[in-house]
């Protein structure tokens, strides 16, 4: 299917790995040219450079934490114009109810929902100047249902959910839609960091709490990166102008609900 988006600007953060990886290639796949951010600057040019080869389109690198006002100034410096932005934030660690306190709080809030609020806020009176614009947040499927030991996750994720709901409907109609992808267990480091967890607390070998958590999953493993990206390449296509503040599980079936 051609996306129709060829030729169009994108930001893509936390794009050196993972999720948002998946998300710069499949954009890429689609003629789309790319800012890129990540933290580490290593990995964020060495996938840069792999993707310009790989595609042929323009690929811009930031190396900054989005978190701090710094970071923040020079992403939306670099992404001026861009016709699609795909925000994404790595998420706070796990734990009990009784282990935070009012800075971990703060710092989930930045990282997951603040950040993304202000990039929402810095770019998107350039799309509907222009009367296109697609924006895709990466959250997590926490937010239609809550998993205990990412209480974090949970709140601030679901505080950029309800920014978005309203926000969405006043936007779209300038041709601008704002969508959620909220993903389950893929294979990434994140997971990797997850099943680590389940290993220690469990004393289990890193493969057995693999499979452990992949048999909670009806299609019984993790989802891949290529998916993801996919997915959100289609949200970000003429053909989801019709898609407006949606939260889109990608979870292999895992969260057990009815609608």
């Known amino acids: 299917m051609d996306l129709g988006i060829h030729g169009k600007r994108a930001l893509v953060c936390a794009s050196s790995k993972g999720l948002g990886l998946g998300c ?35 690929v811009e690198t930031v190396a900054c934490d989005v978190t701090s006002p710094e970071g923040q100034a ?33 710092k989930a809030l930045d990282a997951n929902m603040l950040t993304p609020i202000a990039f ?3 770019l998107l009176p350039g799309m509907m100047d222009k009367g296109w614009g697609r924006v895709v947040n990466i959250t997590s499927q926490s937010v239609r249902a809550p998993i205990a030991v990412l209480g974090l ?40 960091s997850l099943d680590g967890g389940v290993a220690a607390q469990k004393g289990i070998s890193m493969d057995e709490a693999r499979a452990e ?3 909670t999953i009806p299609a019984r493993r993790y989802g891949t990166r290529q998916e993801f990206g996919a997915t959100c390449a289609f949200l970000c296509s003429q053909h989801a102008g019709f898609v407006v503040g949606q939260n889109i599980l990608l979870d292999g079936g895992a969260t057990n609900l009815t609608m």
Do not use: C
């Open 24 to 58: 710069a290639e499949a954009l890429a796949g689609a003629g789309v040219n790319l800012v890129m951010n990540a933290r580490g600057a290593e990995a964020l040019v060495a996938e840069a450079a792999r993707i310009r080869a790989d595609h042929g389109v323009s």
């Open 74 to 106: 020079q992403v939306i410096e670099a992404a001026q114009g861009v016709d699609i932005m795909v925000t994404n934030a790595g998420g706070p660690p796990p734990g009990l109810w009784s282990d935070w306190d009012r800075d971990d709080f703060i």
């Open 213 to 215: 958590r992949a048999a």
């Open 153 to 192: 996750s949970n709140a601030a994720r679901t505080g950029l959910t309800g920014y978005v709901a309203g926000t969405a409907r006043q936007v779209a109609p300038h041709g601008v839609t704002i969508n959620n992808l909220l993903p389950g267990i893929h294979a990434t480091d994140r997971a990797n």
């Open 120 to 122: 929402m806020k810095a």
